[in-house]
């Protein structure tokens, strides 16, 4: 072995003395063109520095994050995912991400099924993630919201949209984003259009889900969704509330208690631990400022009327003590009355939203119902 490895070595030794011993150098030649340039790449993310504009240690995004928390969005949000793939996809677009996000890219108001889904967070309503840069807190969508209600299958509600943009306390149109969800939702043949003679057999089963499905503070702050008169009923009334959605949900950011019970930011809630939504930082204006308007005082005067309402259709027998349709023969009338009903019911701001709206469609609905 030791043998053959040194002829080898003998070998390469005097083939490569042969070669090099007969190569010539020539003089070097002309130099040749330049090349063409390249194409400029695409820019480069500089570093962290976008990422510090959000992820900094001033707890900011720690803050938000605990407030929430706190806010029915991330815990029903948790315990009602699973409508992501329910129902044809029909729930999906307000109860995940993923049908937002969805029925945001196809401009619909559906967002279909998703069998794997996430739950509403930071990224749902914020572009986060997207440049990089704080321009990320900008909102997926901004542009006025054509309601789900146009898609009753009787085509009652036509051409209803709702643009909550407004130069004082919203240009950016951020409450566009919390409207396309707080819309109401109602499907089928049902639909009643007070203008009409003639009635609609609801049964039992359909009943007790019957009207517009929650998230009516949508319709009533942009002042449509309901019935007013009977000629051309369904038209929008033209008042709209004045503020915006975060200028009342997002203007506290306070802890209100020491059991965790959290106001206004993230939390979005209006109302403390006791239930009774906090006024403090309106005071700055409707009281300190003249006291123009006075906030619970508004609210109760408000609740008189829609528990008279209330009376009104119990007395009829048209719903349940716990204000639910009963199953029935209804007429055009007694339906639209009842759907109004909801719709204040369903809003929860006992006025606020937008006053004028709430009060003409209660007495839209005394006068359906011939109380009035
Ligand atoms: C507009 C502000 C903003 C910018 C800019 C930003 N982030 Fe984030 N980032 C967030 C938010 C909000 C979350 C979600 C926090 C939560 O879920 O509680 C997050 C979450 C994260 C997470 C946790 C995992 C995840 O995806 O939820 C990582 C890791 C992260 N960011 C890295 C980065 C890096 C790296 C950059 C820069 C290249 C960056 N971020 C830029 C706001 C930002
Ligand atoms: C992706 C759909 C979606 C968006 C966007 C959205 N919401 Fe909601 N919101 C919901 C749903 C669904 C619930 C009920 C959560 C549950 O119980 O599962 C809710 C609950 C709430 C509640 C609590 C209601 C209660 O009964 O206590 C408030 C207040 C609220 N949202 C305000 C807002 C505001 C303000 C915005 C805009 C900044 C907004 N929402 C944007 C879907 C949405
Ligand atoms: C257009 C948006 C939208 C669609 C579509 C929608 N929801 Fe909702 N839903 C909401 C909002 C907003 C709330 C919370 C309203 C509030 O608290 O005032 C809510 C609340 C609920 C609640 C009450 C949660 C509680 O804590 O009491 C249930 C249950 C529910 N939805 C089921 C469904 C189902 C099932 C579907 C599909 C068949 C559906 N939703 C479709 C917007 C929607
Ligand atoms: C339901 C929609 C919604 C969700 C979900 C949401 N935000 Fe926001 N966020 C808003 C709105 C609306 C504003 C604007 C508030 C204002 O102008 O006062 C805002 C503002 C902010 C700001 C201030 C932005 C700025 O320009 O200074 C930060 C930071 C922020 N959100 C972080 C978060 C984080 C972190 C999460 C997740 C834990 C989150 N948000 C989830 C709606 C949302
Ligand atoms: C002028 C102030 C104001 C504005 C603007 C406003 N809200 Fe409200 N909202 C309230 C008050 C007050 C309540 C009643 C809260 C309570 O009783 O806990 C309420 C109730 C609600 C509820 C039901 C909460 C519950 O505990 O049942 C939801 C959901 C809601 N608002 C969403 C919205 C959305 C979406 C917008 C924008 C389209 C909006 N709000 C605009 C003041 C406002
Ligand atoms: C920066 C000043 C300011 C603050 C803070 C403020 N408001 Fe207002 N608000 C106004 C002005 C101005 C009007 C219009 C008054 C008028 O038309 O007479 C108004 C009108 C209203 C109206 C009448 C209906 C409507 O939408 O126009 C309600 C209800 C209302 N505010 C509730 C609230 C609540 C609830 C808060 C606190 C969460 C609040 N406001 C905080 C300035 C403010």
Redesign the pocket.
């Known amino acids: 072995m030791k043998k053959i490895n040194q002829v080898l070595l003998l070998i390469v030794v005097a083939v490569a003395t042969v070669l090099s011993s007969c190569t010539k150098e020539g003089p070097q030649g002309p130099p040749g063109a330049d090349g063409t340039n390249g194409l400029d790449g695409t820019n480069g ?1 500089d570093g ?1 520095s ?2 510090i ?3 900094t240690n001033d707890t900011d ?1 720690a803050m938000k ?1 605990t407030q929430f928390k706190k806010s029915l969005h991330y815990t029903g949000g948790a315990e009602h995912v699973g409508y992501a793939n329910y129902a044809g996809g029909s729930c999906s677009m307000c109860h995940s991400h993923n049908g937002f996000m969805q029925a945001v890219e196809d401009g619909t108001n559906s967002g279909g099924l998703h069998p794997e889904a996430a739950a509403m ?3 749902t309503c ?1 572009e ?2 997207t440049s ?3 321009e ?2 900008g909102m997926h969508y901004t542009d006025a919201v054509n309601f789900y209600l146009n898609e009753n299958d009787n085509g009652v509600f036509t051409g209803l949209e709702v643009d909550a943009t407004s130069q004082y306390s919203d240009p950016e149109g951020m409450s566009n984003t919390c409207i396309k969800c707080h819309q109401p939702r109602h499907r089928g043949t049902t639909q009643p259009d007070p203008s009409l003679d003639g009635t609609i057999v609801i049964s039992d089963g359909a009943a007790a889900h019957w009207g517009p499905h929650y998230g009516a503070q949508g319709a009533i702050f942009g002042g449509v969704g309901g019935y007013i008169g009977t000629t051309d009923p369904t038209a929008p009334s033209g008042t709209k509330g004045h503020h915006s959605c975060k200028s009342c949900h997002m203007s506290f950011n306070s802890l209100t208690g020491n059991y965790g019970s959290y106001v206004g930011g993230h939390s979005m809630n209006m109302s403390g631990s006791d239930g009774e939504p906090v006024f403090t930082a309106c005071d700055e204006c409707h009281t300190d400022r003249g006291a123009t308007i006075d906030l619970p005082g508004k609210m109760a005067s408000n609740k008189i009327l829609i528990d008279a309402l209330h009376a009104d259709l119990l007395g009829l027998q048209i719903i349940d003590a716990d204000g639910h349709l009963l199953g029935g023969t209804w007429t055009h009338k007694q339906l639209s009355a009842y759907w109004n009903y909801a719709l204040v019911k369903n809003d929860h701001s006992y006025g606020i939203h937008n006053e004028q709206y709430t009060q003409d469609l209660i007495n839209a609905a005394r006068t359906y119902l011939g109380t009035n």
């Open positions: 993310i962290t976008g990422c504009t959000c992820h995004l994050t967070s930071c990224y914020h986060i993630h990089y840069t704080r990320d807190y």
